[in-house]
């Protein structure tokens, strides 16, 4: 039962760890874009004066979503670093 208690406080730790490097990757960001909501231009096809090209939204959308995803990916390295600097390996054993 203590095993389960301290996995859980471990992982709620880790994660609180990896939301604040995320965070301060994001704020680090001067060019972060937010996905546009393509909706209201999907629904509005009888305005034909408004041009939009659908496949143009999809790419930006999914340019952005790989610019998040790269930021997950190193906040996720990031916390593996500072948690192996917490291991002394120093005599081929973890300590």
Known sequence: M????IETKENSS???RL???????INQQKDLELMDDSV????????HSEKYDSSKIIER???II???QSLVRSAIA???LLESEQY????????
């Not at 203590?2 to 208690?5: Q, Y």
């Not at 209201?40 to 305005?47: A, C």
């Not at 002394?88 to 300590?95: E, H, L, M, T």
């Open 2 to 5: 203590n095993l389960k208690k």
């Open 14 to 16: 880790r994660r609180s």
């Open 19 to 25: 939301h604040q490097i995320l965070i301060a990757l």
């Open 40 to 47: 209201q231009l999907f629904e509005n096809q009888v305005n």
């Open 61 to 63: 959308n999914q340019r």
């Open 66 to 68: 790989k610019k998040y």
């Open 78 to 80: 990031l916390d593996a």
């Open 88 to 95: 002394d390996i120093s005599d081929g054993r973890i300590s």
